[in-house]
């Protein structure tokens, strides 16, 4: 009996999917556990696997069909089976959805798999609001239109993820020779350039890297309004951040941080781990690092909350989300058990977790489970700034630059690298003491970071 292709849930909000773009041509072979088709969600484009092996006899579904979470999108033919056969059959049997153009097409569908227990996060960098639940952003297809070619004034034609990614790795797009359609110049042109780089000089600023910078629209005619629908992405973005800002009690609370001693260690760990691995540690992956260890110390911020039951999650694990900005919006994939993880361990998976995040090709458990969240600026120079705790966490830090300061030390003005954090906390979980705590803490930590192998 042939095997249904159904839509999975792909993340725990997700009602129905947008099948973007087929993988896997009809006649092709399948194998358990490939990526047979790109499917959007309300958070990201995601790949959906094969639960069993076989032949994909059938697509029910043409790319940019919308199909609920359970409904058939597809026939496996498995071994031994007529795919002529199975082709009829369904033919005539099953009703393809058509386009999202179109009212979605009543679909048999399986009971649809609960939601996972996992807490939905946002996480590194970049939005003084990232929200687990704001998810990746929907409108970028997996098959890009076809691109004008290069203008003949010098203009570098290239995606918005290879001009960002290039701007992360320091590639030079105008030396890059595209391979996308007319000419364009994507992501796998600008890794392929970043590898062949010879490994660049220690940056004297502290900062992690320097971030990519907006792409500005284009201007709107004067006299003339613009629309624009919002995204899933923003449309999720909308509906919890105005959520959590109306029905949690928010209080605030920054420390300064001398940086200084961060600063030598990561000169170390460059000089130990850059040249012979290839590691380039950033002041990032320390600052994480002492986040997760202030959350073993403090664990009443590494908890969440439950509304229905009024009751409190503390967790024994540390699961740090990371905001990531995206064209629209941000995506905040979830870094596992790093309060497990060394500093060096720290740079490698999040570095993966952040390039995939930007690419859109980031599972299920990836992007929820997050037990406490953090959100970089400081890369684009903003000193401090303030973000919105995403539910059901009970709060998130805001990470500004570290930079030169004028300071006072035993009553001599001196010139000490400081940054600004503020901690965003809900009232109804954490009171002001265990906030100040918790900061107190973490300063100790960076300003000392001998003490995080305590």
């Not at 043409?62 to 979470?69: D, F, T």
């Not at 918005?160 to 992360?168: E, F, T, W």
């Not at 990470?399 to 940054?419: T, Y």
């Amino acid at each position: 009996m042939p095997a249904e292709l159904t839509m999975p849930q792909l993340s725990d909000t997700m009602t129905e999917g947008t099948l973007v773009k087929w993988n896997k041509n009809i006649g092709d072979a399948v194998k358990q556990g490939e990526e047979i088709a790109d499917v959007e969600t309300d958070k990201a484009t995601m790949p959906m696997e094969a639960f069993e092996g076989g032949t994909l006899a059938v697509q029910l579904v043409k790319e940019g069909g919308k199909v609920p979470v359970g409904g058939v999108v597809g026939i496996i033919a498995l071994k031994g089976e007529d795919l002529a056969k199975i082709k009829t059959q369904y033919a005539g049997g099953a009703t393809p959805v058509t386009s999202s153009a179109t009212a979605p097409v009543a679909v048999q569908a399986p009971s649809p798999p609960a939601p996972s227990p996992s807490v939905s996060s946002p996480s590194p960098a970049a939005s003084s609001t990232p929200q687990a639940s704001a998810a990746a952003s929907s409108t970028a297809p997996s098959t890009p239109a076809p691109a004008k070619p290069q203008a003949a004034e010098g203009r570098v034609v290239a995606s918005p993820l290879a001009k960002r990614v290039a701007a992360d790795m320091g590639v030079d797009l105008t030396k890059l020779v595209g391979t996308g359609p007319n000419g364009r110049i994507v992501q796998k042109d600008v890794l392929e350039a970043s590898e062949a780089k010879p490994v660049a000089a220690v940056a004297a600023s502290p900062t992690v890297a320097k971030a990519p910078k907006a792409e500005l629209p284009a201007r709107v005619a004067s006299g003339q309004v613009e629309k624009i629908e919002l995204t899933k992405m923003r449309q999720v973005i909308a509906q919890r951040l105005q959520q959590s800002k109306q029905q949690l009690p928010h209080f605030y609370e920054a420390i300064d941080i001398d940086m200084s001693a961060a600063v030598e260690l990561r000169k170390k760990l460059l000089a130990a781990f850059e040249k012979s691995e290839g590691i380039r540690v950033s002041i990032g992956d320390i600052i994480a690092k002492a986040v997760a260890s202030a959350l073993r110390i403090v664990p009443q911020l590494n908890s969440t909350f439950d509304e229905k039951t009024n009751t409190i999650s503390r967790h024994g694990d540390v699961n740090l989300g990371m905001a990531v900005a995206l064209p629209d919006g941000l995506i905040v994939p979830v870094l596992r058990n790093i309060d497990q993880m060394g500093i060096k361990e720290i740079r490698v998976r999040s570095a993966d977790l952040v390039d995939r995040a930007r690419a859109q090709r980031l599972k299920k458990d990836e992007m929820s489970g997050a037990t406490f969240t953090v959100s970089n600026l400081g890369t684009m120079g903003i000193r401090e700034f303030s973000a919105i705790v995403n539910p059901p966490e009970v709060g998130i830090l805001a990470i500004g630059a570290s930079d030169d300061r004028a300071v006072v030390r035993n009553g001599q003005i001196v010139i000490r690298n400081v940054m600004t954090v503020t901690l965003s906390a809900d009232h109804r979980v954490i009171d002001g003491a265990v906030a100040a705590t918790y900061l107190t803490t973490l300063k100790s930590l960076l300003e000392e970071p001998a003490m995080m192998l305590a």
